[in-house]
């Protein structure tokens, strides 16, 4: 069974506001050159292989080497991407995959594209697509859309830039929710919270149990964007969510700090040392049962191990706040592919991102990554897991859907301001008022210049 029909209204929604706004990665500003000559010395010499290249379409004649830029380098997804490669199927043409630490890529993005990018390479919808491709660093794979079907017109939205040209091929979306092990809760007779009380009652039952609520990680600085824009969408809904990433609301205003007041209340229901711990070792405290529910996406379950494990993975929408907002606003990023503006084997790379955006190769990647929905709605769905499908239902009921706070905003703002803020927010919650004033104060430098 496909996805819903109805899906592509909601997924209409994602695109953010302001096309203007730019793209770069989670931190990609905080680190600098000889970071990305580090990334630039391994691909290099990868795409130095590279074989000849050509400007044929992506139904035209292609053969030899292309190089393929992964920054899926956690287990679960380096192994479907490595399926997916496999199943690619031209004997003409050999992929060489060069995989690198999934931040260590989203930091060094800028310059690994300015210098020897690899023909093809992974990254994501929205602004951060359109950033590079108005940057002259995205190829125009326009002509590869002509061939693709099983999208919606919201997914191409997402897929083109401002000059109206496509420059990125969808792969899958996961939404972002409260994950917990039904067996441990069903031990415990915890039930899943509707409201922000019964989230703060149910976290106190937790801690009298032994075990701490709420497992936490922001040592990479993007996780705890992910809370702050749950909060926020449940507190002063969509819109306000969107023109607050947007650069369009004030961020000292009383709406934005009644989010951190409300999150200050959930701090101490958090996991301790968050700023040392990385998301996969939060996962995992979540799957030995030291926590008891996880604010991410679907990905989690990637740290659980097959067997009955990962049969034990569930979620719900994060607790309403405000009667009046409702719990109709979600989070559900889009990942994909890019072409580089000058691939050393055009040819064989549009052939290539042709295969990656077809049902086949999508069937393969979500056999397994058993934590995402396909993108094309004419991937099978027959074989997805208990949370694949309750992921797409989510995504498909939704009333609005965001993409994540540093897709949606500035990429300038999103990691040079709201990274340090947020964990030193973390670390001394109490001066709210302090706190939001000098975001604001940066929030109006990059936003009117």
């Not at 701090?267 to 700023?275: A, V």
Request: hydrophobic letters at 40%; a neutral charge; one cysteine or more.
């Amino acid at each position: 069974m496909s996805r819903p029909a109805t899906e592509a209204q909601y997924l209409a929604q994602l695109m953010p506001p302001s096309a203007a706004a730019t793209g770069l990665s989670r931190r990609a500003m905080l680190r600098g050159a000889l970071g990305g000559a580090a990334l630039l010395g391994a691909t290099g010499l990868l795409a130095a292989c590279g074989g000849g290249g050509g400007s044929a379409p992506a139904g035209g004649a292609a053969s030899g080497t292309l190089t393929f830029g992964s920054n899926q380098s956690d287990g679960v997804p380096k192994k479907a991407y490595a399926d997916m490669v496999a199943g690619f199927g031209e004997p003409g043409i050999q992929v060489v995959t060069n995989t690198i630490d999934h931040n260590t890529f989203q930091e060094q993005i800028t310059n690994y594209l300015q210098g020897q990018p690899d023909d093809v390479f992974t990254w994501f919808a929205g602004y951060r697509m359109q950033f590079f491709a108005q940057q002259g660093l995205a190829g125009d794979i326009s002509d590869v859309w002509q061939g693709l079907t099983g999208y919606s017109d919201a997914l191409k939205k997402q897929s083109t830039g401002t000059d109206g040209k496509q420059y990125f091929v969808p792969l899958d979306y996961y939404p972002w929710a409260v994950y917990y092990r039904p067996s441990l809760w069903a031990e415990k007779g915890y039930t899943p919270p509707k409201t922000l009380d019964e989230l703060v009652a149910l976290c106190t039952k937790m801690q009298a149990d032994g075990i701490v609520p709420i497992a936490f990680a922001d040592k990479d600085g993007w996780p705890a964007m992910g809370t702050f824009d749950q909060l926020n969408l449940r507190i002063n809904g969509y819109q306000f969510h969107v023109d607050l990433m947007a650069g369009k609301e004030a961020w000292d205003s009383p709406k934005v700090a009644k989010v951190f007041d409300t999150w200050k209340r959930l701090l101490p229901f958090h996991q301790p040392d968050s700023l040392g711990r990385t998301w996969q070792e939060a996962a995992q405290s979540l799957q030995q049962k030291k926590t008891g529910m996880y604010v991410l996406g679907t990905f989690v379950a990637q740290q659980f191990p097959a067997g009955p494990d990962r049969d034990d993975v569930d979620f719900f929408p994060f607790p309403e706040v405000d009667s009046a907002v409702g719990t109709g606003a979600i989070e559900a990023p889009i990942d994909g592919f890019m072409m580089s503006a000058k691939p050393k084997n055009e040819a064989a790379a549009k052939k290539f991102l042709a295969y990656l955006g077809s049902a086949k190769a999508q069937d393969i990647y979500v056999k397994s990554d058993y934590t995402v929905v396909a993108a094309s709605d004419k991937a099978d769905t027959s074989g997805y897991t208990k949370l694949q499908k309750k992921a797409a239902d989510y995504v498909a009921k939704a009333q609005s859907i965001a993409q994540f706070m540093d897709r949606d905003t500035r990429p300038d703002f999103a990691s040079t301001v709201m990274i340090p803020a947020l964990q030193q927010f973390i670390k001394s919650p109490d001066d709210v008022a302090g706190l939001t004033k000098s975001i604001q104060s940066q929030a109006k430098t990059i936003f009117t210049s």
